[in-house]
C-alpha cells in the first residue's frame, strides 16, 4: 500500500485531498496544527488507513517509515485568516516549504506544492497564463501570503534544479464546497451564511470585480493528475467560467430563496480586480479541464451550510 503526506490535512482542502487519497488505497499521514484546519474536518476517515497528527510544520517534519507521496497544503488560505496570523503565514510559506522539502529529499519522494492563483497579484495580463509574472505588493497587507507562496514556488524550483527532487506546483484558483468554514472571510461561505440567514449581503467596491469559482472535486481530480504527471512547473487549477461578485450575490440570493438585500462596503487594499485562470496547459498536460456546473456545486455547498 502506498503512503502519502498531506500537510494541513485537516483543512479545507486538505480534507478532500485526503478522501480521496484513501479512496486510491492509501495509507494517509494527515499533519495539522489546527491553526485554520479541525479535527472534525476528517473525523469520518478514521479507521481507514487514516492517521492524523498534531503538528507544526515550521518547527520540524518527521515521519516513520517510507513515504510514497507528499501534498503540502499547511497555509492560512482566506484574507481574514492571514491578515489575523501574517507572521504565521509567512513562516508556513517559508520555513515549513524548506522542512517539507526536506522531507522529500529524505523520503526521494515527490512532492506537489499547494501554490495559489494570489501569485498573480492584481493582475496586468487577463486571464492569468502561468508564464505571467504577476502584479504583486510585497509590502501590503495582502503581501504576507503572495509573498509567502512565490517564495514557496522558487524554494520548490531550487529544490526540483539542484538537488533533482520530483517536484509539481499547482496555483489554485478560487475554490468551493463542503467543510468551508463560515467565518473564514471568503465570498462563497460569507454569502451563503448571510442569504440563508436573510442577512444583508456583503459586496466590497462596486461589485464589478471579478472571480472565477471551481468546485472542490474538480480541483482535487486536477491535483491527482498533475502528482502523477512527469509535469514541474506551475500549472493553474481552475474554472474560467468567470462572473462578478455582484452577479454572483444574485446567484446565491436566488438560489437560497433568502429575502436578502446586498449593501455595499470599501474595497480592501491590494484586492485583485480580475480573476480567470488561463487553464490551456492543464487541458494539454493533464487532459483536464472542470466538470462540476457552478449552480450543482452550489447547491451541494448550501446544503452542507444548513447542516452546520
Not at 516549504?97 to 492563483?117: D, F, M, N
Not at 538537488?163 to 451563503?192: A, W, Y
Not at 486536477?222 to 500549472?235: A, E, F, K, T
Not at 438560489?255 to 480567470?276: A, G
Request: contains cysteine; proline residues 6%.
Amino acid at each position: 500500500m502506498k503512503r502519502a503526506v498531506v500537510t494541513g490535512g485537516a483543512g479545507f482542502l486538505g480534507s478532500h485531498l485526503c478522501e480521496r487519497l484513501i479512496e486510491e488505497n492509501m495509507e494517509v499521514l494527515c499533519i495539522d496544527n489546527f491553526l485554520t484546519g479541525h479535527p472534525d474536518n476528517v473525523a469520518h476517515l478514521f479507521g481507514k488507513n487514516f492517521k492524523l497528527i498534531n503538528m507544526d510544520v515550521t518547527n520540524y517534519v518527521h515521519v516513520k517509515g517510507p513515504v510514497d507521496f507528499i501534498f503540502h497544503f499547511a497555509s492560512p488560505a482566506s484574507p481574514i485568516d492571514y491578515l489575523k496570523m501574517p507572521i504565521q503565514t509567512l513562516k508556513v510559506g517559508s520555513l515549513g516549504t524548506h522542512k517539507v522539502l526536506g522531507l522529500a529529499k529524505e523520503k526521494s519522494a515527490p512532492l506537489l506544492l499547494a501554490s495559489t492563483s494570489e501569485v498573480y497579484g492584481d493582475p496586468l495580463i487577463h486571464p492569468q497564463p502561468e508564464d505571467y509574472w504577476g502584479n504583486v505588493n510585497p509590502i501590503g497587507p495582502r503581501g504576507v501570503y503572495d509573498e509567502a507562496k512565490r517564495f514557496a514556488e522558487a524554494i520548490t524550483m531550487a529544490y526540483h534544479r539542484y538537488h533533482k527532487l520530483d517536484t509539481k506546483i499547482v496555483r489554485i484558483f478560487n475554490t468551493f464546497g463542503p467543510r468551508m468554514r463560515k467565518e473564514d472571510g471568503r465570498v462563497v461561505p460569507s454569502f451563503i451564511s448571510q442569504a440563508k440567514n436573510n442577512k444583508p449581503i456583503t459586496v466590497f467596491g462596486d461589485g464589478n470585480q471579478t472571480r472565477s469559482f471551481c468546485y472542490v472535486d474538480d480541483l482535487i481530480e486536477g491535483i491527482m493528475r498533475l502528482m502523477y504527471s512527469d509535469y514541474n512547473y506551475p500549472v493553474n487549477i481552475g474554472n474560467p467560467n468567470e462572473m462578478s461578485i455582484l452577479e454572483f450575490a444574485r446567484l446565491i440570493i436566488s438560489l437560497t430563496n433568502s429575502d436578502s438585500k446586498i449593501i455595499f462596503k470599501e474595497l480592501p487594499e491590494d484586492d485583485p480586480k480580475v480573476r480567470q485562470p488561463d487553464i490551456s496547459l492543464a487541458q494539454k498536460v493533464l487532459d483536464w479541464e472542470p466538470q462540476t456546473l457552478l449552480k450543482e456545486g452550489l447547491e451541494k455547498t448550501i446544503d452542507y451550510f444548513k447542516g452546520t
